[in-house]
């Protein structure tokens, strides 16, 4: 055929013939199928095709000369031409030897897949001389076409769509001739993802770039509601490394709300072969996605990513788009690409936003963009008013479409209701760098125009707009990891939401890791009160069902959610070591947790009471110290991660601490097996006096400086009433001498995660002369710490 490549005839060498959609989805078809990547057949139009229906019915000159003049960033004379030139396409006349071929390329799919199947039409733009440019999301692509008829109708709209308002506006921003730009129209057979579900997936965290981790959004349905950001989908991460060595990495889940599904309308009264329904409360309460589902598709990914590195001869992030058919119940790749925004940017320069002032909180929602921004509100309800928006305001609005491209770059932020952080709005924030908080839910009700707001996307996954213009400071950090100390230079990390940002300094791992803020921040409930589920009432028990909706069980939570707090921390700084403190709650601040009130006890003074090692073999405690330990062992065996080394807390005495290793290994955690490391928190002046005797039963010491300075000098941390509370004491120094000669003296790994380095450069200058193995800071304090330790090193000399 003149005008039509099938996509076993197609590859990446194609660009100019088909653009980059197509040859892409050639490549993918005729390249990885060995590798069992499954990708639906069908065919291409070429550019010459475009050229020759453009020539059929004169149009090219025409089109041109209506072009010539036209302000694109004067939106109504940017809809009169977009609008005539498309009206002149859509009554244009096929050329009959054109619909010959799409009509006999159909015959072929229909002898493959049966009579009349049912085929997708996506529009995929090239430029004769700018094989690079993908113009992606710019045109139209239409679903659930059937009969070849139909298909030519749908070709012509196609083609009209290079014409859209965005596509035209598109073009001249990036500065190319519209004469220059053909669209290829690619026919691929539909998979029946209506009935199951659908979604898109990056080779990389969109959010900051790190590598190692399969990003997927899924939800119910066709894909487009994904892509529009019409639905809050779910979320997986799954890592890659361990992935490709058989191991099911899912480092986080997240349950969207998928509100809305786009199946097939056959007989819809106004021609449009689809239609958005409810999704029933049930499956909203569920994942979309299974675990298999997740595994399988992020093995898809890194293939694919793999296959098209090695194409361009250099790592290649993609961005990809699935489905899965509910008839046979397997997973497709319908589209990849390349990502254009996270993997083209450099790490020169270590940027951190940070909040100095807090108003009303006015709605939350995910973060995109590890930013902060202000501006006054403008509420926008639909596109036809995006012209209202003013530069240097926050839009506030339901949800984005490419339509809305030629304003959102003069917007200082994007708020939406609806959407995730793969969604239209998502997408555009990162490529014009600003922050969005997408998936609010009730922005558009909560905000108003001409409200000043702050936009937080600075502290993690969730972002939050405050009334009010607050406050916020940026620290920029150049990045030198050249020349690094021979102490190892660590980090305190407690937040998974910031550990594949905090990734990105230089590092040699985390020296702490607090369950503490997984269990507060992620399960949010008393590990009791999900075990013991029937001794709550019943408003209690609804709370309770809602955190753990899409969970097999209560227990199944905890586990869960604990392991992929874990797991998100240990595949940031993989393969470096991550030391992972076991749970250090006192009893108030159990108490606090959700249902915990009716399960701990009222002690006069919880920061010696029931609290670390003491609580793992209490009575009380058994049951919610064995889901711990079942999460360390979903991380270290089934997530492959076995760089966490496990830390114990506040151990009173040498039997103390071989009590809980017995325990630990009745679990499944035993010392020495599977090369477990299990260190002591050295924070009680015991620890450090009987420090040899403690030595022969663990692999090291981290000590705790604030806590062995409250317990040595009897003064409460948490008390502002007595002073005195002072790390540089001569008796704290003393004993963490004692601590770290012991150590050194044994062959045993001796580090600081305390506060004190990071508050402290003379202390941190002290404890290199020591001969410390490691030092744990605060990320902020990372690069001017690490300056003192070289320097501390090279007065060594």
């Not at 039509?4 to 990885?32: H, Q, Y």
């Not at 305001?393 to 339509?403: A, H, S, Y």
């Not at 770290?740 to 600081?752: E, T």
């Amino acid at each position: 055929m003149r005008y039509i490549r099938t996509f076993s005839e197609l590859g990446m060498s194609d660009v100019p013939l088909v653009g980059g959609k197509n040859a892409s989805l050639g490549e993918m078809f005729r390249s990885l199928r060995a590798e069992g990547v499954r990708v639906p057949d069908g065919f291409a139009t070429t550019s010459g095709a475009y050229r020759h229906f453009l020539d059929h019915n004169h149009l090219a000159e025409r089109i041109q000369t209506r072009l010539k003049g036209v302000d694109s960033d004067d939106l109504a004379q940017l809809e009169r031409a977009g609008a005539e030139i498309r009206g002149w396409i859509l009554n244009a006349e096929m050329p009959p030897d054109l619909a010959g071929e799409i009509t006999a390329a159909y015959g072929n799919l229909a002898r493959q897949y049966g009579p009349e199947p049912d085929v997708a039409a996506r529009s995929s733009a090239t430029a004769e001389d700018l094989p690079n440019a993908s113009f992606a999301g710019q045109q139209d692509t239409f679903l659930n076409i059937r009969g070849a008829e139909n298909l030519l109708v749908i070709c012509r709209r196609v083609f009209a769509s290079l014409f859209n308002d965005r596509a035209i506006s598109y073009r001249v921003h990036q500065g190319f001739d519209h004469a220059q730009v053909a669209l290829s129209i690619g026919v691929q057979k539909m998979v029946r993802s209506d009935i199951a579900s659908s979604g898109v997936m990056f080779t990389l965290d969109t959010e900051t770039g790190f590598r190692d981790v399969v990003f997927i959004n899924a939800a119910y349905g066709l894909g487009e509601n994904v892509v529009q950001g019409a639905v809050n989908p779910d979320e997986f991460y799954v890592f890659k490394p361990t992935l490709m060595e058989g191991k099911r990495p899912i480092l986080k889940r997240h349950l969207g709300t998928k509100a809305i599904k786009m199946i097939y309308a056959k007989d819809a009264a106004d021609g449009n072969p689809t239609q958005n329904i409810p999704v029933p409360e049930a499956d909203r309460l569920r994942f979309s996605l299974t675990d298999d589902d997740a595994l399988e598709l992020a093995r898809f990914a890194v293939k694919i990513e793999r296959h098209y590195s090695k194409l361009a001869g250099q790592d290649r992030p993609m961005d990809i788009e699935w489905a899965k058919d509910g008839v046979d119940g397997k997973l497709y790749i319908v589209q990849a690409r390349p990502e254009t925004v996270r993997s083209r940017e450099t790490r020169d320069v270590y940027e951190i936003y940070a909040l100095e002032s807090r108003g009303k909180l006015l709605t939350s929602g995910k973060s995109v963009g590890r930013r902060i921004a202000t501006g006054v509100a403008h509420v926008i309800e639909k596109s036809a008013d995006m012209a209202r928006l003013r530069t240097g305001e926050v839009l506030v609005t339901d949800m984005t479409d490419p339509d809305w491209e030629p304003v959102m770059k003069t917007a200082a932020a994007i708020v939406t209701n609806r959407g995730g952080r793969t969604c239209h709005a998502a997408i555009v924030a990162r490529e014009l760098g600003i922050p969005a908080i997408v998936g609010c839910g009730d922005a558009t009700e909560v905000i108003r125009s001409g409200m000043p707001v702050t936009a937080n996307c600075a502290e993690g996954d969730t972002g939050q707009v405050y009334e009010g213009e607050q406050k916020f400071r940026v620290d920029r950090i150049a990045l030198d990891s050249a020349h690094r100390p021979r102490t190892k230079i660590m980090m305190n990390v407690g937040n998974p939401d910031q550990a594949f940002e905090n990734s990105f300094l230089p590092n040699d791992g985390v020296g702490l890791a607090r369950l503490e803020f997984i269990i507060n921040h992620s399960i949010q409930a008393h590990p009791r009160a999900l075990l013991e589920y029937d001794k709550l009432g019943p408003d209690e028990q609804r709370h309770i069902d809602r955190l753990t909706a899409g969970y097999a069980d209560r227990r199944a939570y905890f586990i869960s959610r604990l392991a992929e707090g874990i797991g998100t921390i240990a595949a940031a700084f993989h393969p470096k070591p991550v030391i992972v403190r076991l749970s250090d709650f006192k009893s108030n601040e159990y108490a606090s947790l959700f249902g915990g009130a009716g399960f701990e006890p009222n002690e006069e003074n919880p920061m010696l009471g029931l609290r670390g090692a003491s609580r793992y073999y209490s009575e009380s405690f058994r049951d919610s110290f064995a889901m711990e330990c079942a999460a360390l062992r979903r991380v270290r065996e089934d997530m492959g991660l076995d760089n966490v080394i496990v830390m114990i807390p506040f151990v009173r005495s040498v039997d103390e601490a071989k009590n809980v290793l017995a325990i630990m290994r009745t679990h499944g955690l035993e010392r020495g097996k599977a090369g477990l490391k299990v260190y002591l928190m050295c924070e009680i002046p015991a620890n450090a006096l009987l420090a040899e005797e403690f030595l022969q039963h663990l692999d090291g010491f981290s000590i705790g400086s604030n806590d062995l300075t409250q317990l040595t000098l009897g003064v409460d941390r948490d008390s502002g009433l007595v002073t005195g509370f002072d790390e540089r004491n001569p008796a704290v120094l003393k004993l963490m001498e004692m601590a770290i000669q012991a150590a050194r003296k044994l062959g045993k790994y001796v580090g600081i995660c305390g506060q004190a380095p990071s508050d402290y450069p003379e202390i941190t200058t002290w404890l290199v002369r020591q001969g410390i193995g490691s030092i744990s800071l605060n990320p902020d304090s990372v690069i001017p710490m690490t300056r003192v330790v070289q320097q501390a090193e090279q007065s060594l000399k």
